[in-house]
């Protein structure tokens, strides 16, 4: 809603679903550049540098990309994906398998179990390990939206600057 209309009605959120993480707009444009793995060894398998970047991930915010490095991806292959939400699809993918069910049919979905009751029959231990899986989500979450904010300050404050 605050990407959308700049605001927030809190009146109108009781009657939202629960919107899916791969489908929460980011203020940045192009936040992310996803790459297959298999693409990064075939076309940059001479380029440690971009082979470190995506050594771990398939993706990567494009903020931590110096402008040769971006171009040199952008003009070496096609079968890049840029895209500009909230979070990356590795984080809404994870977010969703712990928090619901709405696109792995074996997902934790914490927050189905815990808003219908349905942990009762967990242990002590069982409780605890939810608990920092909840907050692991919860971290993921104010990360993406601090980086928002502060995006969307730096943004103001240019404006601002500039008038």
Same mark, same amino acid.
Request: hydrophobic residues 35%; aromatic residues 12%.
């Given at each position: 809603?605050?990407?959308?209309? !700049?605001?927030?009605?809190? /009146? !109108?959120?009781?009657?939202?679903?629960?919107?899916?993480?791969?489908?929460?707009?980011? *203020?940045?444009? %192009?936040?992310?550049? +996803?790459?297959?793995? /298999?693409?990064?060894?075939?076309? =940059?398998?001479?380029?440690?540098?971009?082979?470190?970047?995506? %050594?771990?991930?398939?993706?990567? +915010? +494009?903020? =931590?990309?110096?402008?040769?490095?971006? %171009?040199?991806?952008?003009?070496?292959?096609?079968?890049?994906?840029?895209?500009?939400?909230? *979070?990356?699809?590795? $984080?809404?993918?994870?977010?969703?398998?712990?928090?619901? !069910?709405?696109? =792995?049919?074996?997902?934790?979905?914490?927050?189905?179990?815990?808003?219908?009751?349905?942990?009762?029959? =967990?242990?002590?231990?069982?409780?605890? #390990?939810?608990?920092?899986? #909840?907050?692991?989500?919860?971290?993921?979450?104010?990360?993406?939206?601090?980086? $928002?904010?502060?995006?969307?300050?730096?943004?103001? +404050?240019?404006? $601002?600057?500039?008038?």
């Amino acid at each position: 809603m605050l990407q959308k209309e !700049n605001k927030i009605d809190v /009146n !109108n959120l009781k009657y939202m679903h629960q919107p899916r993480y791969d489908n929460i707009h980011s *203020f940045i444009k %192009n936040k992310y550049l +996803e790459i297959n793995q /298999n693409v990064v060894f075939n076309y =940059f398998q001479n380029d440690n540098k971009i082979l470190k970047i995506f %050594n771990s991930f398939n993706y990567v +915010e +494009e903020k =931590f990309l110096s402008k040769t490095t971006l %171009n040199s991806i952008l003009k070496a292959t096609t079968h890049v994906t840029r895209y500009s939400n909230l *979070f990356s699809t590795s $984080e809404s993918n994870y977010l969703s398998y712990c928090l619901d !069910n709405s696109l =792995f049919s074996d997902a934790l979905s914490l927050r189905n179990i815990y808003l219908h009751g349905a942990s009762k029959h =967990f242990s002590d231990e069982d409780h605890r #390990i939810n608990y920092l899986r #909840i907050l692991n989500c919860m971290l993921i979450i104010i990360a993406n939206i601090n980086d $928002e904010l502060i995006y969307k300050i730096d943004t103001l +404050e240019k404006i $601002e600057t500039n008038n």
